[in-house]
């Protein structure tokens, strides 16, 4: 013998399902619209800092390195190391095996104002995995590394 579902529990079940849609239109509509103004620069933190370690400015095509990252003495690099060559920027991650700081290299595109992250090591390797934003920002944990975009209506070239 089959039980009827009574008003009240296909009322309940109503309700639900237009929640799920509704917050699955809201999610999708920031998804799709959110970030969708043009980078003009991207600005690389380390840490817990709010100053950005590297900026990258698509308007003039170029990598600004705003201070150097504290390393320990035992490590023979200073970092930031920005290659020009490679469009890429080297970052010391917080992430140790075997008691060694990781590296993380995100590489940059100047034409399509993008940012990816390339190389990293960290349990589940899920920043390398983002892929290529133009204006999402980028966070790359254990390793303390973020990347997060401007756009300037005011930059135009002539």
Do not use: T
């Given at each position: 013998m089959k039980a009827k579902l009574s008003v009240k529990s296909k009322r309940d079940i109503l309700l639900v399902t237009l929640l799920f849609i509704i917050l699955g239109g809201i999610y999708i509509l920031f998804r799709l619209f959110a970030f969708q103004g043009e980078a003009s620069i991207a600005n690389v933190y380390y840490g817990t800092s709010n100053e950005p370690i590297v900026s990258i400015d698509f308007i003039n095509y170029r990598v600004i390195a705003n201070?150097?990252?504290?390393?320990?003495?035992?490590?023979?690099?200073v970092y930031p190391i920005i290659d020009e060559s490679a469009n890429t920027i080297t970052l010391l991650g917080d992430y140790e095996i075997d008691g060694t700081r990781q590296i993380v290299v995100i590489q940059y595109n100047f034409g399509a104002k993008s940012v990816q992250i390339i190389q990293e090591q960290s349990p589940n390797n899920i920043c390398s995995r983002e892929g290529v934003s133009t204006g999402w920002p980028l966070i790359c944990l254990p390793n303390r590394i973020r990347v997060e975009f401007e756009t300037n209506g005011e930059d135009f070239t002539i």
């Open positions: 201070y150097d990252q504290d390393v320990p003495s035992s490590y023979n690099q």
